[in-house]
């Protein structure tokens, strides 16, 4: 293990532990409470613990007690005395840097009857190939031509443009490099813009794949922890201010997998950090057009920053068949990004971008019916758990694609393995965290499939949580 990520001090982990019910002894409360803030990912790996001393005064417990519950730490293989570093945070099995394995959705290629619910996507909108029809009236225009536009096609570059200007984002199409995904943007933003080694805060939980792809060029990776309502910001400011960070890839739309949106007070905040500290924002915004009770009229993240660089996509708002997205860039990066860009690929199909294209232009943001869908298979699944799983900590999102429910005991990955041998798929929270083994407290359950789905799903994640649950000895929750 490296050294301490951050110092965790004994004031900051009495507010996080919550209440000694005297249930157990307060040695086995201490330890169990420490676990659970890991498997919650509320204490990351690395993180340095306060002394024992320090412990004993902010607690009010005896030396013996204290010294007691960090030996059962290191037992367990949650802990490590470090030489002149005090106690270290462990994930057991895990490590900073080896965690984000890339989710691959499995759907097309499933095997009959088993329900995928690793891949958080809506279905194809209706009027679809109505789309296609029209693009291919229009191919003709571009047949006589190579079909090269190793940007994009200028129609769609100026859709999108027009697209951001709606959203309140004064945007030209110079701006705007078309990609095969909003995945492709990190990469091409990783290239062209972070030098080997770059440290680059990302908040955990995340969607797995771009940490992937971030370290996969070379960056090393802080994770900042989210909280129960999302970004905390007073830690991503600490740790922009003190931790040589060069960019802090964020997705303040119905975040993927927590659904939270990040208001106009945070963007400020988190914008002005940003500024202060030189750092490089990089906003995910796949999930921005996703609300689902009512349009936050939010302007992008780069209204309150000009320097982001935002990646985006056409995946969960139009069709995730599609393989486009878009990098919209300041223009003082622009050329670096489409020279990186031209490094991996020379331009996405002619026919798509015309289909996305009309997309924009006919109707932007999420067709109405997908919307209501989503809104349904939501409320389905989160009457189903209540009633089904009460124990279950679980918030409605006001938009994005899935749940992200707390559970009771730090069993996730035993449940998704007790729901594959169901016939269903689940990503279990570990998936989602930036360090491996972390965040086994939580699960993610998409909410974008067809009802009837969703009410198949239902009794299996039932019968799967008991299997899942009786192999784990039962304790408390402690605060999130
Ligand atoms: C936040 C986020 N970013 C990027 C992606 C990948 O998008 P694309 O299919 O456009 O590469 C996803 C897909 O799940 C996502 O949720």
Redesign the pocket.
Known sequence: MGPPLAQLTAPGLRTMLGENTGARPAYAWLSESIRTLVSNGRVLHGTRLPSERELVHALGLSRTTVSRAYAELRERGFAEARRGSGTQIRIPGGSVGGGAEPLVPGGTDAVAGVLDLTC??PLAPVGLAGYFERALDELPGYINGMGYYPNGLPVLREAIAEDYRRRGLPTVPEQVIVTA????GIAITSRALLGPGARVAVETPT?P??VASLRQHGSRIIPVSQVTEGSDLPGIEKVLGSRQVAAMLA?PDFH?PTGTLLDAPGRERWAAALRRNSVQGIV?E??AELWLDADPELAPMAAWNRDIVTVS????TYW?GLRL?WIRAPHRVATALARAKSTLDLGAPVLEQLVLAAMLRARPGLDQSTRTGMREGRDLLLAGLAARLPDWEVRRPAGGLSLWANLPLPASTALSREAEARGLRLAPGSAFAVESHGLEHWVRIPYALQGPDLERALPLLESAWAAAAAGEPARGRPRA
């Open positions: 958080a996507a995904g909003a995945l492709a969607y794949n771009s997705l993927n995910d796949t999930n996509s056409a995946s969960k995730g997205g």
